[in-house]
């Protein structure tokens, strides 16, 4: 039976029913891209952990492959077909990430506590960085007070931006994801200071935040904040980058007593200094799938 042979009003219906799956695939998530330039901007060492470790880890991965393009020429040539990895790293520029602080005025936990936190955190973050595959740039504001100098950040971050030209970036949601204080600032001046680059910029940023989605409260522990006014827009895949994710977690030590109360993979450390410090995450407790939500 064709469509025309049904009565009008189960015509209508049927067509109906067309555009709501096609209003809701049209809401559904879309893959955040790899390609071109993105940077994160956040206030402490160890945020990049919460806030895109997995997607930053891809990123890392596949600008390391860059450096053999040359290698995917000559497979090109010799094969008459570029091999898809390589085609697709030669759009992926290594990830950058800016942070406002050191994060001096957190805890050592236990560990090197001979040393000033601001060099041990300096050392955690470039081990951190080397998992991920990061590049990192860190300023010189004061942990903990960023809502003060909140203009100063702004123009800071907008100065960072001419700099780097991303393509994308991405910072917390307005919650701070954990509530603290820096990190509102540094969602609030970011957002301003991408407002005020795409005033002028030939190619304006796109701008996301991160959200958590409210279903994975098997993987957030209790300090995990949400943004329910923001939907998720887009995801990232990171199953293949749990354990790198977790290694990057596990580099920054002296935090991993706070992280237990942010992921539940280290729930068992939440609050408890080891020394030497001696932490083991749980892989299967990792975001398999991180989520964003683009807000320019
Ligand atoms: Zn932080």
Redesign the pocket.
């Known amino acids: 039976m064709d469509i025309c042979d049904l009565p009008v009003y189960i015509q209508l219906d049927q067509l109906n029913q067309l555009r709501d799956s096609f209003e809701q695939q049209s809401r559904r998530p879309q893959r955040l891209s790899n390609k071109g330039k993105t940077l994160f901007v956040?206030?402490?060492p160890?945020?990049e952990t919460?806030t895109g470790a997995g997607y930053l880890a891809r990123l890392g991965f596949l600008a390391k492959f860059r450096s053999i393009d040359r290698l995917g020429s000559l497979w090109n040539k010799l094969s008459g077909k570029l091999p898809r990895q390589f085609a697709l790293a030669k759009w992926v520029k290594p990830p950058v990430v800016y942070y406002a602080t050191l994060?001096e005025k957190g805890n050592h936990n236990g560990v090197r506590t001979d040393e000033p936190l601001k060099v041990v955190r300096r050392e955690e973050l470039k081990k951190a960085a080397k998992i991920l595959g990061i590049k990192t740039f860190v300023d010189r504001f004061s942990d903990g007070e960023l809502q003060q100098i909140i203009w100063r950040l702004e123009l800071r971050i907008l100065a960072f931006l001419k700099r780097e030209c991303p393509d994308r970036v991405i910072t917390f949601a307005p919650s701070g994801l954990?509530g603290?204080a820096?990190?509102k600032a540094i969602a609030d001046a970011t957002t301003r200071a991408v407002e005020r680059y795409n005033q002028t910029a030939e190619k304006p940023i796109e701008l996301y935040y991160r959200v958590i989605d409210p279903n994975e409260k098997g993987i957030t522990g209790p300090f995990i904040t949400y943004d329910p006014e923001y939907d998720i827009t887009h995801t990232k895949s990171t199953s293949v980058f749990r354990k790198r994710i977790l290694r990057a977690i596990e580099a920054h030590q002296t935090q991993v007593p706070e992280m237990g109360t942010i992921y539940t993979a280290f729930e068992k450390y939440a609050k408890k200094p080891q020394n030497p410090p001696r932490y083991k995450g749980e892989t299967s407790k990792i975001w398999r799938e991180e989520t964003y939500c683009r807000v320019k």
Do not use: W
């Open positions: 956040l206030a402490h160890d945020d919460i994060g954990t603290h820096d990190h």
